[in-house]
Every structure is written in C-alpha cells, then in structure tokens.
C-alpha cells in the first residue's frame, strides 16, 4: 500500500512538472472546461429568468420546487466529485481510445504493479481545475445568495457524513470508467462505450424528482451518478434522502468490484497488437 | 467536372472511414444525445412552473422540437477540420498535402462530405420521424410542410459551409497557440452558446437580437427556426440571404489566413 501511495505521489510531481513545462496548454484547458460550464450556468439563469422557482408537479398538484440557488447548488456540488475523478484518474479514457488498439497495453503489464493502479494513476489531469473550480465558486455563491429561509434550512453537520460518502461518490465515477474501459480488452476500442456511459451524469446535475420513473431509477441504482450529485446536494440543503448515503456506500462498492472483476478478465482476454 | 473526378476519391475514403467505425459513431450519438433527455426534463419543469402557456413565443412542444432539431442540425453541420488541420501542422504530416496538386481545403472538404453522407444517413430519419410523431400526437395533425423541409435541408448546407470555412479558419490558430485540445474546447463552448444551441436566441432579449445577425446564429439558430416553421418567407428569404453573406465572407478569410499560415509553416523533418 505505502509503494502505491509512494508511486502516485511520483505520477502527480511529473505532471506537475509538466504542467509548469506547458503553463498555455494547461491555462487553455482550464478555460474550456471553466467556459463550458459557464455556458450551461448562463442556460440556467436564463430559464430561471422565466419562472420563479422549479417545481415538479404530478397531476397538477405541486410535488416538490427548488430555488434557483438550490438549483445552481446542485449543479455546482455535482461538479466536485466529477472533478476529483477528472483529476486524478482521467487516464482511463485512453484505454479505449488507443491503448488497447496500438497494443500499448504491454507496458502495464511488465511493469512489477498492478496494471490497473497503473493505468489509473499515470497521469494527473490538471484540466480539472476547471470544473472543480466552478463547482466550488457555484456552492459558495449559491449559500451566500441564498435567502434566509432557504439557508436556515441548511445544517453543516451534515457536511461531514457528506465528506465521509465522497470517496465512494468518487468511485462510481472511476467503477463506471474502469467497466467500460476494459471492454477494450475483448473489442479493442470501447472509448465510445465509455463516452456513452459517462455521459449519463448529465441527468445527475438537475434534481432527480423531474424525471420519469426509469430515469430516476436508472440514475440512482444503474448507473447511478444521482448519488453523487442531487441526493447529497439535497440532503446537505434540505436533510432530505438521508437513504441515499447508505445506498452510496453499497452501489458504489458494488459497482467497483464488478468493474475490478471485468478489468482482470479482460486482462487475461488480452492480445497485443503484435508489433 | 473534373474537379469532382478529383475529389471524389476522398469522399470515399470519408465514407469508408465512417462505414467502419459506425458501431463508434452510434454509441458516441447515445451518448450526446443524452444531453437533448436531460434538457427535454428540465424544460419540462420549467414550462411546468410557469404560470403561462408559452416562453418567449415558444410553448413547450416548440422546445422539445427545438431542442431534438437542433442538436440533428449541429450534428449534421458540425466540422471538425480544425482539430484535423491543426494536428497535420504540429506534426508536420501537412506536407504531405501541399505538394500534391491539390486544394488544401478541398481535399478536407471532400473527405468529410463522405462522413456526412453516412452520418446523415443514419440519423436523419430517426430524429425527425421521432420529432413529427412526437409532434402529430400533441397536436393531432402533421406539422411538417414539405417546403419547410427543403428550405431547411437548403439552410443546413449553408450552416455546413459556413462552419467548414470558420473551423478551416480556427485551425490555423494551431500555428500560433501550438494547442489544440483547449481551443477546441473554448470554441465548442463559445459557439454553442451564441448560436442558440443550448437556449434559443429569443430568450435572450436585446442581446439575443444583435446575436441572431452574427454568424454564429447562421450556423444552428436559422435551420432550425425555419424547419419549426417560426419565420415567415420574408424572414425566411432574409436570413438564408444573411447565412451566403457568411459562408463567403468566411470563405475569404480562410484563402487569407491560409496564405498567411503557409508563410510561416516550418516543418523539420517529416
């Protein structure tokens, strides 16, 4: 264990040092990531700018509504445990975009770690500071703006089951991408499986009450990014869902070993591209 | 004539390359179209909360059309000859191109047309059969006018064009920021925004007005308003008149930066 930490913290100092090496590229890409969000908070505020709060109705009658701070609170606290796994574990999505198919895959394996460990691990993301960055900026400003009856509701104890979850909301992130990934291993490219997958998170950022039911289920049990955005989000703002940190834990390690079970098959399916 | 017979190889060889990788394509549009889901949702609620039946003259089944019909527009029209010409200039493969007798630009041009085809093809027909089925149960009729369709079909390749021409223009930046994947990034942001992409320009107010006169508007903003049947002919004639003003204008900005980028190429080796 203390030999892996030892080798991450080695893997971060490179990129460091590249990141020092390339200061326009990383600054760059920052500011996409950074824009891109920026956009989609623009989109917000200007539906917002049309109503007075977002409310959820079944049959006519009121089920549920968020300010536009909730909603600004929700999308920026999603972008956090995003983020994280954006910046420490964005390798992955080469794996099924061109590791597996140029045959590069042979590095991993002859080296004396785990080859997943070290795929996961080899290169730190520094784009990610974009997004983690807006997601904070977008937590703050929303408490801060916030009106007081809606900010009375919020107990910051509950910050601190919310910080002990975050490791696995992580980790749904980093299952999801692992799963995928190792498909390459039988099919060669998977990157657009990957894509596919990941790009469900989208859902996440909204509170989950507007979707139909197969969405929400989806979301919270499948592919369940909900639980690493809304039902903390909401359970931070409002104490609601308490049920969903439990559920966390449990679909998130559930979901890590099925992910860790299809990279060791998919590592013995593994063939070079023999050159 | 014949510069069709020259070219043409490179529309088969775009279309090779997308028959190939179509099981890629399709999942990546799962993945994106994801996105048109998430906002069908959200809009849903925003319409929802609303006190009244239609925003800024659009009523909700206005939206989810909007929304599906823009993101086949973009999709159809979108050009991705900058990140390819900007990678040929960092590693030096652009040589290859320029000294053979042909048209830097066309040649990419010709490639990608072959991609459309097949890109075309197989969404085409599913985004807008499921939008009018969507449409004919809300409203109990068919809404799509043939001539609507022709007209948006005619907008589409200008927006194509102009966007060809614009990204042709972008890549060349490669020579100065020697950066690709940021830019790219900044771009994409940029442009879906002011072209209407992620919220009609009609809910912008003032600013969505002077936007609908910028190029950008001509990428997504005018098929699609013209395919929902939201402008009448005068407008119609008006803004396909506005979306050639643009295509050439960025045509001729892109012969320049391209004759100006050609000065400074330096490729060691290749």
């Known amino acids: ?275 | 004539m014949t510069k069709i017979r020259k070219y043409a190889p490179f529309t088969r060889a775009g279309i090779m390359e997308s028959v190939t990788y179509r099981a890629n394509f399709l999942f990546f549009l799962l993945g994106e179209i994801m996105k048109c889901f998430v906002m069908f949702f959200v809009w849903k609620a925003v319409f929802q909360s609303s006190s009244q039946e239609t925003l800024y003259g659009f009523s909700y089944d206005n939206m989810v059309v909007y929304l599906f019909i823009s993101f086949l527009s973009g999709y159809i029209t979108y050009s991705d000859g900058s990140y390819a010409i900007g990678k040929e200039i960092l590693d030096g493969s652009v040589v290859m191109r320029m000294i053979k007798p042909i048209d830097f630009d066309m040649c990419f041009l010709f490639q990608e047309l072959g991609n459309k085809i097949i890109s075309f093809s197989l969404i085409f027909l599913p985004i807008t059969a499921g939008v009018e089925i969507y449409r004919f149960v809300i409203n109990g009729r068919l809404m799509l006018q043939l001539p609507m369709l022709f007209l948006f079909l005619l907008s589409m390749v200008l927006a194509y064009g102009i966007n060809f021409y614009f990204n042709l223009s972008y890549g060349f930046l490669a020579f100065f920021l020697k950066n690709l994947w940021g830019t790219d990034i900044i771009k994409g942001a940029v442009v879906d925004f002011l072209s209407g992409a992620t919220v009609p320009l009609a809910f912008m107010g003032a600013f969505g007005q002077v936007l609908q006169f910028l190029p950008f508007a001509s990428l997504s903003y005018t098929p699609v308003m013209i395919y929902m049947g939201m402008y009448d002919l005068p407008h119609i004639l008006f803004y396909l008149g506005l979306q050639i003003f643009w295509l050439v204008i960025f045509a001729l900005i892109s012969k320049l930066v391209l004759r100006l980028a050609m000065k400074r190429l330096v490729v060691h080796g290749g």
């Open chain 1, 1 to 275: 264990m203390r030999k892996y930490l030892r080798l991450h913290r080695i893997f971060i100092a490179q990129d460091l040092k590249k990141l020092m090496e390339y200061k326009v590229d990383f600054l760059l890409g920052a500011i996409g990531f950074v824009l891109v969000q920026a956009v989609k908070v623009l989109t917000l505020g200007i539906m917002f700018a049309a109503i007075p709060a977002l409310t959820y109705k079944e049959g006519g009658v009121v089920v549920d509504s968020w300010t536009f701070n909730e909603v600004l609170f929700i999308y920026g606290f999603s972008l956090i445990p995003k983020g994280i796994d954006h910046l420490l574990f964005d390798n992955l999505w080469g794996m099924g975009y061109w590791v597996v198919a140029k045959g590069d895959f042979d590095k991993y394996l002859t080296r004396p770690v785990n080859s997943w460990f070290y795929v996961l691990t080899e290169k730190f993301c520094v784009d990610a500071f974009g997004d983690l960055f807006v997601g904070v900026v977008l937590v703050l400003y929303s408490v801060l703006s916030m009106p007081a009856e809606i900010a009375a509701d919020i107990n910051w104890l509950r910050l601190i089951p919310v910080a002990l979850v975050m490791p696995f909301a992580i980790m749904i992130y980093t299952s999801v991408k692992t799963g995928t990934a190792a498909i390459s291993f039988w099919t060669k490219r998977s990157g657009h499986i990957t894509h596919m997958c990941y790009m469900t998170n989208e859902f996440a950022s909204y509170p989950t009450k507007i979707y139909n039911r197969f969405i929400k289920t989806f979301i919270t049990y499948i592919l369940p990014f909900a639980l690493t955005a809304y039902y903390p989000a909401i359970y931070i703002l409002r104490g609601e869902s308490v049920w969903s940190l439990g559920v966390t834990v449990g679909v998130s390690v559930i979901l890590f070993l099925l992910s860790q079970l299809i990279w060791k098959l998919g590592v013995k399916a593994y063939e070079s591209a023999g050159s």
